[in-house]
Each structure stands twice: as C-alpha cells, then as structure tokens.
C-alpha cells in the first residue's frame, strides 16, 4: 500500500527518523482490539500489541495508539505479532468523556476533517450537534455538518437557518446517503493524504456513507426503528478504511451521549510550548531535566525559552505527581 494512501507525509517521515535509526518501520493504526491492534503498513496489514515499556509510559488510557495514529513497528521474527514502540505526535485528537467514567477517550487521531453527521428524522437533535461541534472543534480538524436523510419531508430552509444559528460558518451539506443526492458535493473535501472521520448518532446513515465511498460493503447497516424514526447501532468498533478513489476514512459507533473531555488540570494549558519542544528529545518520558538529548534544555541554552519558565513547568509536574 503506497505511504501516501496513508496519510504519510514529508513531515512524518522527518520525525520518524529517530525510530528508522532503530530500525522500526511505520504503520497507521486502522483497528483496535480488545488484546490487539491492526495496523497498515506499506506491506500490508499487521496484527500488533503495545509494548510493556509504551504501556508503562502512558499517563492515561487516551496516551496509548488508537485509529488513526501513526506508530513505530519492530517485526516479531517469529510467527507472532509486531510491536508497538513509539507513537508519532498526533496533528489532531478527537476525545470524549469516557461514558459513566472520569476519564478521556480517545476516538480517533491524525484526522483532518469531521464529517457530523445528523439525520433529518427522529435524530435531528440541535443540543446534541453542538456537542459534536464542540467536539470536533476541540480536536484540531475542520468540522462540516453532513444533514443526511434529506429526502424525507422537512423544512429544508428552516433546519438550514435552525442549524446556522448553532453552528455559524462551518459548511452544511443535505444529501440522501440511501438514495445518493448529493454526496459528490462531499468529494472535494477527500484528498490522498487526507484522512476523514465521521462522527454522529446511531443510525444517521455513515456506515451506508462509507460504503458508497469504497465501492462495496464493509459496514453492516439496518433500517430505522418505526418509534422516532431512529436508525439501529450497527458500528461496534472505531476503523480505519483506505478509500480507491483516494483518502482515508475513519467510521465511528454511533453515540447518543456525548460529552467533550476537559482536562481536570488546567496548569497543563500554560506549558504547550514545552510539550511541542518535547516532541524532539531522544526519549519520550524525558523530564527535561538531566537526561541526554533533551530538546526542551537545549532551547533553554540557545535562549528560545524561559529557564523560569521550564522551572514552573518541572515544579507544576512534581506537584502532580
């Protein structure tokens, strides 16, 4: 499978370096498993699991690779799977509250663009799309609202002006995913290293909407509950499917309840420019204090960043821990 089908890019490559050195190789994350993971490579797909040392780095379950993340892979020279041992800095981050914890989880990462998908049924719920959009906005990729259904009868004026009131500026698209009306208007969003991710209700149509788009099924779908109109869960799990045309496309279970997570320790905001510079030190669990390679000291010396700075950041952290 070519890199570029993948989403792989000049940068990527850049920072995979510090793995190729170690004689890694790269892999896109396309399923996750209860025990394992499935990941693309430019071979074909592998089953992989995480190793103990990546595991043991992690603060929270949303650290560990999820769909869509780009990972370093080491073969298992037996018949076995491969191993996870490195995650590349994600560009985007699609979490939620976890439903009835107080934790974060990861939907989907690396995505570019959200598809929000609503049905102009019994779905058609104002409150739970500015959810998503806070979401979706909240990830770092572009949201455009997909208004599925638009076959049935409905004020098609009045819901665009009811929708442009919660969500001014962001691009609104009526389609039929069923009856194909509209969809090609959607083509323009795909592009070869982009990756796409629909988010929405159960039964608002995205596994027919990914199906159309690979040209075959690989998503079961159901028909629409007669109380409310409401579809039926039929997606049970996050994946990642390459598209012929061009483009990655990642489906999503429906969800009713949703809620944007929001990080319990605010301090963390004040120190994004050290976890970028972080990103490039030799190890990935550097405390930026006396370990070799450090990016972040380095900056430090070259005068690109506050030593009291990088203090209240190292005394934050022991305060957390």
Request: one cysteine or more; charged letters at 20%; aromatic letters at 6%.
């Amino acid at each position: 499978m070519p890199a570029a089908a993948l989403g792989w890019t000049e940068r990527r490559q850049e920072e995979f370096a510090k793995y190729s050195s170690r004689g890694l190789l790269p892999g896109r994350v396309v399923a996750e498993h209860r025990t394992h993971y499935q990941v693309a490579t430019s071979d074909g797909e592998v089953a992989a699991e995480v190793t103990g040392a990546l595991r043991n780095l992690a603060m929270q379950r949303s650290d560990l690779p999820g769909v869509g993340d780009f990972v370093a892979l080491r073969s298992n020279s037996v018949d076995g799977p491969a191993s996870i041992e490195g995650v590349l800095t994600r560009t985007s981050a699609l979490i939620r509250k976890a439903s009835g914890e107080k934790r974060p989880q990861l939907l989907a990462s690396n995505v570019d663009v959200a598809f929000i998908v609503m049905g102009l049924d019994g779905d058609f719920n104002l409150a739970r799309l500015q959810r998503f959009l806070e979401l979706v906005q909240g990830s770092g990729a572009t949201p455009v609202i997909v208004a599925n259904k638009s076959d049935v009868s409905r004020d098609i004026p009045e819901v665009t002006q009811q929708i442009s009131s919660v969500a001014p500026g962001v691009p609104l698209h009526f389609i039929s995913a069923r009856g194909g009306a509209a969809i090609a208007d959607l083509e323009p969003y795909f592009h070869p290293d982009r990756t796409i991710v629909l988010v929405g209700s159960s039964g608002v149509g995205k596994s027919t909407l990914i199906n159309r788009w690979l040209g075959h099924t690989v998503q079961l779908t159901q028909t629409v509950r007669s109380h409310g109109d409401r579809g039926r869960h039929t997606t049970t799990h996050r994946q990642l499917f390459i598209r012929p045309d061009g483009g990655s496309i990642i489906d999503t279970p429906g969800v009713r309840g949703l809620e944007a997570w929001i990080s319990a320790d605010p301090v963390e905001a004040g120190f994004d420019d050290i976890d970028t510079l972080a990103t490039q030190c030799r190890f990935r669990n550097c405390r930026h204090e006396n370990e070799p390679g450090c990016a972040v000291r380095a900056a430090v010396k070259r005068g690109e960043l506050d030593a009291a700075h990088l203090a209240g950041f190292v005394k934050s952290r022991a305060g957390r821990h």
